[in-house]
């Protein structure tokens, strides 16, 4: 199908734009050139009207509500972290699935510190995320933000534990730092602006539908 009404869509380099290659394939949609080895923002694709922008991940929420993008695919921490206005968050794309999870360093005793009511100091890139989890529990903690390397922090003695991502665990066991509780499931969502929905809705279903079929199929 050839779209006519130009579209934008933004994505992040890495797992989420990898696994997201076949859902756009499965809209009829290609990017036309090796987006890890170029150092462009935005891309060309075979379909005339469809461009995708590259950002950072915590930045697709925010550009798909402001309308530089019309639609994106972002993970479900993001989302969380941005807090989703101004989004129409269609589908659950099951891609890029992780966690988020507390971890320590190795010899810390996290759940004896939980136990004696301990103040924690929580290095994360997520304080949403954080705050919630611990408010529910009922701990008090000092959040400290960060914007990448998290692992470092409790090495360094900056902060007792860290909420960060967790995938392989691969990160965690090469800076001797253990998972002590798991917080939330994570998975990308496609997200799409409110206005250009109905601005733009014959392609912008086009694609929402192809990728609810891609990851229907996929689960069947
Ligand atoms: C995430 C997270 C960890 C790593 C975990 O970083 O912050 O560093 O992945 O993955 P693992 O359990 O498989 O080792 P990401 O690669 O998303 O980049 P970031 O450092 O920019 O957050």
Redesign the pocket.
């Known amino acids: 199908m050839t779209i006519a009404t130009p579209v934008t869509i933004a994505l992040s380099k890495?797992r989420i734009f990898e696994e997201t290659v076949p859902l756009l394939a499965a809209a009829g949609i290609a990017v036309t050139e090796d987006v890890e080895k170029s150092r462009k923002l935005i891309f060309d694709t075979n379909q005339p009207h469809v461009r995708v922008v590259l950002v950072r991940a915590s930045d697709v929420p925010v550009y798909v509500q402001y309308g530089g993008a019309d639609l994106g695919v972002s993970g479900l921490d993001s989302l969380i972290e941005h807090g989703g206005q101004g989004l129409y968050q269609p589908l659950d794309l099951q891609i890029a699935r992780c966690r988020v999870s507390v971890a320590v360093r190795n010899g810390f005793d996290y759940a004896h510190a939980v136990k004696q009511g301990a103040r924690l100091r929580i290095a994360t890139?997520y304080p949403e995320i954080a705050r919630h989890f611990f408010a529910k529990k009922g701990v008090h903690v000092d959040m400290v933000k960060l914007y990448?390397s998290?692992e470092l922090a409790p090495l360094t003695g900056m902060a007792d534990a860290i909420v960060?991502?967790?995938?392989?665990?691969?990160?965690?066991k090469a800076n001797d730092l253990v998972e002590v509780e798991p917080i939330m499931d994570i998975s990308s969502r496609l997200v799409v602006n409110q206005a250009s929905l109905k601005l733009k809705q014959a392609p912008l279903r086009h694609i929402i539908d192809a990728f609810a079929q891609a990851v229907a199929a996929k689960n069947n």
């Open positions: 890495g890139k990448g998290m960060d991502l967790v995938s392989t665990g691969n990160t965690l």
